[in-house]
C-alpha cells in the first residue's frame, strides 16, 4: 500500500512539472530553503542601477516578481539574508538557515517571545532537518553538540526506557538529565523520565531548539543538562506538508500536517507512521538462534483548534501515540499507548505578557523480560511489568518590562501517579503475582528571573526556582520522601561588534523518579533493581564562552564545569556467570568538564560546511559509600565526541549534504568493565526538486556500513547499519 501511495504521488509531481502557468511580465524567481522546499512570505528587495529600491513578498508557493534589478536582497524568519547580483529571468535562491551567531531561542527564556539570552542555544530548523539523511529525531540531533542517549542505539531499536538525554557528561542512569518539551508540554516519561521521540510527526516539527547547561531556575528538576524542545508549525496560518518514504529493512513512513486559518481561528493537524523490520541489535559473532529483528510499529498525532481574539489567544490541543516493538528475541517485547490534552492561553495583562498552560496525559506500557542461555538458543520469560500513569501539569508565566528590567515569574505544579504490576516466572514456568509497586509525585514551584542590561554591550540575568517535591509510595511500609530546593542561576552577556562573551553560574537538583524508586528491570543478563530509599542529586556548575563572528563564519567556544553531588546512578553489586546484578544508589560525585567547540562557515553561495566537537572529563570522585567506583569514568559518557557537515546546493540540479557523526571510547557500566569502541558513521542525503512545492530524496545511513558497539549486557550489541530510503517531501504554504 505504501509502495503504491508513494508511486501515485511522484507520478503526480512529475505531471505537474510540465503544467506550469506561463510567468509574468518582468523578472521572476522562486526563493526556496536548503531543502528545496518553498520558502513563503519572504522580503524581496530590489534595487536598481540607480539606487531605487522597492519591496515585495513571496507568495505561497516561494514565487515574486519585480519590475527591474540590478541586485537582490532576501530575507525571512529563521534565514539567513542572501544578496543576489547575477539577476536572471526565473532566478532560483536559496536561502540558508540563521547561523547560530544569530539565533535568538525561545526556550532559554521560557517564554513566546524571542528574548536575548546568554545561554549556549543551537537552533535545528525544519530545513535543517530534511537534510539529515537520519532517519528518526534522536539521530538527527546527535549531531548537535554534546547530544547523546544513555546508550548509542537508535529509537528505531532501543527500548524506549534507554532514551534518556545525557547534555555535557551528567549521565549515570537511563534517566534524562535534560528537559525535552514539545510545544512546552514534557515529553519525558512521567514515570521513567525517558523521551519517546516519535510522538511529535515530523511534517509538523518547525524547528528544534537545544539550550545546554542547567537551567532549573527556570524549567525546575528535569534541566540538569539543559533544556531541548521541538517546537511544530503554528497553526495561524494555512499550509500543509508531507513526507513518504520507504527502504531498507522493510521501512515505510508516512507523515502529514495541516493548518488553517480563517478570520482569527485557526486548527492543524498531524499524524505520523512508521512500520519496520528493524536491524539485529546482538552482534553477528554473538547471535543465536534465539535473536530476531528489533521490529516496531508507531502511530502519533495531534489536532490544535484555537483563537486569536485581539491580544488573547487561546489553544486546544489533543493528542495520541501509540506503538508496538519488539526487542530481539520472541519473548521480549513492549508497547505503549499514550493520550494526551493540553490547554493554552495567553495575551497583555498588567502592562506584560501573559501566558498559562495546563495538560493532562494517560499512559499504559507493557514490557517483557527474559532470560537467555549462554549460546542464545533458548530463552525464559522471567517477568511481565504493566505500568498505568496519570501525569497532571499546570503552570503560568508573566512578563513584563520594567524600566530597563524585564521580569519573568511565573509558577508550576505537576502531579505523577503510576502503578507497576509486576508478574514473575520461575524457571518452572511457575507465575507468581501480581505484586504492585509505584507511587504518586507532586512538585510545586515558584520561579521568576530579572534580565537587566547594564549598557548597550552588557546584560545580566538572575533568576531561582523554589520546589517542594514529595513521593508517596503504594507499599505503606515504605516511606514517604519529601524535600524543598532553590535553584538558582546567573548569568552575563556582553557583545559588541563581532564578538560575544557569556559566562553563568548555576545549582539545579533533580528528584529520583518513580521509575528509579519502584521499578527493576533486566537487559541481557544484567538485572538492575529499584532503590526506594533514593535521595535527590544536586549538580552545581559553572560555564563560560566566546563567539566570534565574521560575514562567512561563526565560531563558538564554551567551557563547562559540573559537579552532581549524590548522583543517581546504577552500581553494581554483585557478578556471577550467569547474573550481574546492580541496584540505583547514591554515588558520591559525577565531576564532568569539557570543551564544546562549533563553526559555521557558508563558503560560497552554494557551499557550507559547519562542525562541532565536545571534549569531555567525567569521573566518580569522593565516593565514599561508592567505593569501587572511585575515579571511574561515568558510563555512556565519551571523552571525544563531534560531527561534521557538508551541504552543497545547486539550485537548478541538486541538494547534496553529507554528516559525519564520531565517538570516542565509553563504558557501559560503572565499574568500567566493559568497554564501548569509538566509531564514525558517514550519512549521505540527495534531493532534488521535482515541481513547486516537491522535492524528492534518496538518504543512505551509515554508508559505509560500520559495525559499532551500542552496549554490552555483557555481549556485545550494535548499531544501525547501513540502510536506503527513497522518498517524496511536499510543502504548499
Not at 74 to 91: E, H, K, L, Q, R
Not at 498 to 511: D, I
Request: glycine fraction near 10%.
Amino acid at each position: 500500500m505504501a509502495r503504491t501511495v508513494l508511486h501515485c504521488l511522484l507520478s503526480a509531481a512529475l505531471l505537474l512539472s510540465f503544467t506550469r502557468p506561463a510567468a509574468a511580465q518582468g523578472i521572476t524567481g522562486i526563493v526556496v530553503d536548503v531543502s528545496g522546499l518553498a520558502v513563503p512570505g519572504a522580503e524581496v528587495t530590489a534595487r536598481t542601477a540607480d539606487g531605487r529600491a522597492a519591496t515585495s513578498t513571496t507568495g505561497p508557493d516561494g514565487s515574486f516578481r519585480v519590475d527591474d534589478a540590478a541586485a537582490v536582497r532576501v530575507s525571512a524568519p529563521g534565514f539567513a539574508p542572501t544578496d543576489v547580483t547575477d539577476i536572471s529571468d526565473g532566478m532560483r535562491i536559496v536561502l540558508r538557515p540563521a547561523s547560530f551567531a544569530d539565533s535568538v531561542v525561545v526556550t532559554a527564556t521560557r517564554g513566546a517571545e524571542r528574548l536575548p539570552s546568554a545561554a549556549s542555544a543551537t537552533v535545528v530548523t525544519a530545513a535543517e532537518l530534511s537534510n539529515l539523511a537520519a532517519g528518526s529525531l534522536d539521530d538527527m540531533l546527535r549531531s548537535t553538540p554534546g547530544f547523546s542517549l544513555f546508550r548509542r542505539s537508535s529509537s528505531r531499536v532501543a527500548n524506549p526506557t534507554t532514551q534518556g538525554v545525557t547534555l555535557r557528561g551528567v549521565s549515570g542512569s537511563g534517566a534524562s538529565r535534560t528537559l525535552v518539551l514539545s510545544d512546552g508540554v514534557p515529553l519525558n516519561d512521567p514515570f521513567g523520565s525517558w523521551v519517546y521521540w516519535n510522538r511529535v510527526p515530523q511534517a509538523a516539527v518547525d524547528r528544534v531548539e537545544v539550550v545546554r547547561g542547567a537551567t532549573g531556575d527556570l524549567y525546575g528538576a528535569d534541566a540538569l543538562g539543559g533544556v531541548v524542545q521541538v517546537l511544530t508549525f503554528s497553526p495561524d496560518r494555512t499550509r500543509a506538508r508531507a513526507t513518504l518514504e520507504g527502504g531498507s529493512l522493510d521501512t515505510f513512513r508516512g507523515s502529514l500536517f495541516g493548518g488553517y486559518q480563517h478570520q482569527g481561528w485557526a486548527a492543524s493537524g498531524a499524524f505520523e507512521a512508521t512500520t519496520t523490520e528493524g536491524a539485529y541489535t546482538v552482534a553477528p559473532e554473538a547471535r543465536g538462534s534465539i535473536d530476531t529483528r528489533a521490529d516496531s510499529d508507531y502511530q502519533s498525532g495531534f489536532v490544535t483548534v484555537g483563537r486569536q481574539a485581539g491580544v488573547w489567544n487561546a489553544w486546544l490541543k489533543g493528542a495520541l501515540y501509540s506503538e508496538e516493538r519488539g526487542n530481539g528475541t520472541p519473548a521480549q517485547v513492549n508497547d505503549t499507548d499514550w493520550r494526551q490534552v493540553s490547554f493554552t492561553t495567553g495575551g497583555t495583562l498588567a502592562g506584560g505578557v501573559f501566558q498559562a498552560q495546563v495538560a493532562g496525559s494517560t499512559q499504559d506500557y507493557y514490557q517483557t523480560f527474559s532470560a537467555v542461555v549462554a549460546d542464545r538458543s533458548s530463552e525464559r520469560l522471567t517477568t511481565e511489568q504493566t505500568t498505568d500513569t496519570d501525569f497532571t501539569t499546570l503552570g503560568g508565566q508573566w512578563t513584563r518590562p520594567i524600566g530597563r528590567v524585564t521580569l519573568i515569574a511565573g509558577a508550576e505544579f505537576q502531579r505523577t501517579e503510576s502503578t507497576v504490576s509486576e508478574l514473575r516466572y520461575s524457571v518452572t514456568n511457575v507465575q507468581t503475582g501480581p505484586f504492585l509497586a509505584g507511587g504518586t509525585e507532586r512538585t510545586a514551584a515558584l520561579f521568576s528571573r530579572a534580565s537587566l542590561p547594564v549598557s548597550d554591550a552588557v546584560t545580566v540575568d538572575v533568576g531561582g526556582r523554589v520546589d517542594w517535591w514529595k513521593s508517596e509510595p503504594t507499599d505503606t511500609a515504605l516511606p514517604d520522601k519529601a524535600v524543598t530546593f532553590f535553584s538558582p542561576r546567573a548569568s552575563v552577556a556582553w557583545r559588541t561588534g563581532e564578538y560575544s562573551l557569556q559566562g553563568a553560574v548555576y545549582r539545579a537538583n533533580r528528584p529520583p523518579t518513580l521509575n528509579e524508586l519502584h521499578r527493576g528491570f533486566r537487559v541481557g543478563n544484567v538485572l538492575t533493581n529499584p532503590n526506594p530509599l533514593l535521595d535527590p542529586e544536586t549538580l552545581t556548575g559553572v560555564e563560560g564562552g566566546v563567539l566570534r563572528s565574521w560575514s562567512k563564519l561563526s565560531a563558538r567556544a564554551t567551557a563547562f564545569y559540573n559537579v552532581l553531588d549524590g548522583a543517581i546512578s546504577n552500581i553494581t553489586l554483585l557478578t556471577t556467570p550467569t547474573q550481574i546484578t546492580r541496584e540505583r544508589r547514591n554515588s558520591d560525585e559525577i565531576r564532568a568538564g569539557g570543551l564544546e567547540l562549533e563553526a559555521d562557515a557558508r563558503l560560497t553561495s552554494t557551499f557550507s560546511v559547519n562542525g562541532q566537537l565536545v571534549l569531555t572529563s567525567s569521573h566518580f570522585r569522593g565516593s565514599v559509600a561508592t567505593p569501587a567506583i572511585e575515579g571511574n569514568q561515568v558510563p555512556q559518557v565519551p571523552a571525544v565526541q563531534g560531527a561534521m557537515g557538508v551541504t552543497w546546493t545547486e539550485p537548478r540540479l541538486a541538494t547534496v549534504a553529507a554528516q559525519v557523526r564520531f565517538s570516542g571510547q565509553q563504558y557501559d557500566d560503572d565499574l568500567n568493565q566493559f568497554t564501548l569502541g569509538g566509531y564514525g558513521v558517514v550519512d549521505v542525503q540527495v534531493s532534488r526538486a521535482v515541481t513547486r512545492g516537491f522535492v524528492g530524496f534518496v538518504a543512505v545511513e551509515n554508508l559505509f556500513d560500520r559495525d559499532y558497539d551500542t552496549g554490552r549486557t555483557p555481549i556485545r550489541l550494535v548499531g544501525w547499519p547501513r540502510t536506503v530510503r527513497v522518498g517524496l517531501r511536499m510543502a504548499i504554504r
